[in-house]
T-cell receptor, first 112, second 114 residues
Framework: EDQVTQSPEALRLQEGESSSLNCSYT??????LFWYRQDPGKGPEFLFT???AGEEKEKERLKATLTKKESFLHITAPKPEDSATYLC?????????????FGTGTRLKVLA | NAGVMQNPRHLVRRRGQEARLRCSPM?????VYWYRQLPEEGLKFMVY????????ESGMPKERFSAEFPKEGPSILRIQQVVRGDSAAYFC????????????FGPGTRLTVT
């Protein structure tokens, strides 16, 4: 069964304390892996798309990487404004269908 | 450059009433997706639509739920005879045609069934 698992569920960091969030997946026919940020009461905000193992994308303090079984979102020297829930999603296309599967997210809190 | 718009933002319905949720995609986006999010749970895919066509509705409950994306106007998610378990945040996302599959989300409609 296709599955996306994110860890940890919650993470508290001091400002400036770098860390990584994990997204592991088991899907058939991966077409893409996506990272989103979601603030309370709002819709997810698109961050990155990764298509193949070895690919990396960067944006400000965030860097996303992809292997054949997992993706990491590295946060370098985080600031309090980086506090949010980070969601990972995969798109697979088994038998011509389109299946977007989201993980349950990592709730990040960055303390000043 | 408006993003994805959803209305209403908050909707209260009594059990047994109908709920209609609207989604206007970003300009130039012809693909629309609906998701449901329960507290402390992840986003659950419901349906994927293109103009006048349902591509994948495998996440949609078989009864009481329907979705459409007409040639003109917004996409509509319709829930008939709502029950308390339908209370959730419903998000719409849109994407460009092609192969990028990047989805851009609206602010959501929070449905409360009393």
């Amino acid at each position: 069964e296709d599955q996306v698992t994110q860890s940890p569920e919650a993470l508290r960091l001091q400002e400036g304390e770098s860390s990584s969030l994990n997204c592991s997946y088991t899907v058939s026919g991966l077409r893409g892996l996506f990272w989103y940020r979601q603030d309370p009461g709002k819709g997810p905000e698109f961050l990155f798309t990764l298509y193949s193992a070895g690919e990396e994308k960067e944006k400000e303090r965030l860097k996303a990487t992809l292997t054949k079984k997992e993706s990491f979102l590295h946060i370098t020297a985080p600031k309090p404004e980086d506090s949010a829930t980070y969601l990972c999603a995969v798109l697979s296309t088994p038998s011509g269908t389109y299946k977007y599967i989201f993980g349950t997210g990592t709730r990040l809190k960055v303390l000043a | 450059n408006a993003g994805v718009m959803q209305n209403p933002r908050h909707l209260v319905r009594r059990r047994g009433q109908e709920a209609r949720l609207r989604c206007s995609p970003m300009k130039g986006h012809s693909h629309v997706y609906w998701y449901r999010q329960l507290p402390e749970e992840g986003l659950k895919f419901m349906v994927y639509l293109q103009k006048e066509n349902i591509i994948d509705e495998s996440g949609m409950p078989k009864e009481r739920f329907s979705a459409e994306f007409p040639k003109e106007g917004p996409s509509i998610l319709r829930i008939q005879q709502v029950v308390r378990g339908d209370s959730a945040a419903y998000f719409c996302a849109s994407s460009l045609p092609g192969t990028s599959y990047e989805q851009y989300f609206g602010p959501g409609t929070r449905l409360t069934v009393t």
